[in-house]
T-cell receptor, first 114, second 111 residues
Framework: GAGVSQTPSNKVTEKGKYVELRCDPI?????LYWYRQSLGQGPEFLIY????????DSGLPNDRFFAVRPEGSVSTLKIQRTERGDSAVYLC????????????FGPGTRLTVL | GEDVEQSLFLSVREGDSSVINCTYT??????LYWYKQEPGAGLQLLTY?????DMKQDQRLTVLLNKKDKHLSLRIADTQTGDSAIYFC???????????FGQGTELSVKP
C-alpha cells in the first residue's frame, strides 16, 4: 500500500514569502507528526495531531508556523514570512494512533529560503 | 529537558561488528528506537526496545539498554556495505507522542 507522501519534494522561496507544505498520511492512521531536520542534525519535533486536533504543538518555533488537519487526514504546514533559518527538510510521519505505535515517515520536503 | 546524544561517526570494515551508542536523559521514556536514514530516502524504523527490557535481538541487530546509566546501544553483526547510512537513536516523551532524536551516527562500511 501507499506510504506517507509529501509535496512538494523541493521548494525554493524568497525570504519573506509564505509557503505551504502538504502531507498525506497512510490511510487509516489517526496520528500525524511534523518534524524539521536541519543539515547534520536529527529530526526535531514540531507538532502532533490526533485526528483533527493538535495534541501537542510545543515544538513550533514561533507564531510564523502553523499546521492544520481539517478532516483528520491530509495536513498542511504553513510558514509565514519565511526566514533563511527556516531552510531545512520538513518530515511528516503518521501512526495508527495509539501512543508509541511505529511512526512511518515520508520522504520529506526540502525547503530552501533564499 | 529531554536530550539524546550520539557520537557522530563510525567507520568499520565489511564483516566486522558495528556498535553505535546513545545516551538519553528522560528516564520516563517508555520506548527507545533506532532509525536508519539513507541518502534520498525517508527514515526507516530498524528496531525498538521497551524500557523494561535489557536486550532485544532481531536477526543481525542487537539492542542493549542500561536504564540505570540511560545508555542504549545498537550492535550490527557482520556489517555490510549496504548498512552504510546515518543511524538515529530516539526516545518517546513521557506522553508517548513525539520522538526526540539524537544527532545521528554516520556509519561508513569499507570493503
Amino acid at each position: 500500500g501507499a506510504g506517507v507522501s509529501q509535496t512538494p519534494s523541493n521548494k525554493v522561496t524568497e525570504k519573506g514569502k509564505y509557503v505551504e507544505l502538504r502531507c498525506d498520511p497512510i490511510s487509516g492512521h489517526t496520528a500525524l507528526y511534523w518534524y524539521r531536520q536541519s543539515l547534520g542534525q536529527g529530526p526535531e519535533f514540531l507538532i502532533y495531531f490526533q485526528g483533527t486536533g493538535a495534541a501537542d504543538d510545543s515544538g513550533l518555533p514561533n507564531d510564523r508556523f502553523f499546521a492544520v488537519r481539517p478532516e483528520g487526514s491530509v495536513s498542511t504546514l504553513k510558514i509565514q514570512r519565511t526566514e533563511r533559518g527556516d531552510s531545512a527538510v520538513y518530515l511528516c510521519a503518521s501512526s495508527v494512533g495509539q501512543a508509541n505505535n511505529e511512526q512511518f515517515f515520508g520522504p520529506g520536503t526540502r525547503l530552501t529560503v533564499l | 529537558g529531554e536530550d539524546v546524544e550520539q557520537s557522530l561517526f563510525l567507520s568499520v570494515r565489511e564483516g566486522d561488528s558495528s556498535v553505535i551508542n546513545c545516551t538519553y536523559t528522560d528516564s520516563s521514556s517508555t520506548y527507545l528506537y533506532w532509525y536508519k536514514q539513507e541518502p534520498g530516502a525517508g527514515l526507516q524504523l530498524l528496531t525498538y526496545i521497551f524500557s523494561n527490557m535489557d536486550m532485544k535481538q532481531d536477526q543481525r541487530l542487537t539492542v542493549l539498554l542500561n536504564k540505570k546509566d540511560k545508555h542504549l546501544s545498537l550492535r550490527i553483526a557482520d556489517t555490510q556495505t549496504g548498512d552504510s547510512a546515518i543511524y538515529f537513536c530516539a526516545e518517546s516523551d513521557n506522553q508517548g507522542g513525539k520522538l526526540i532524536f539524537g544527532q545521528g551516527t554516520e556509519l561508513s562500511v569499507k570493503p
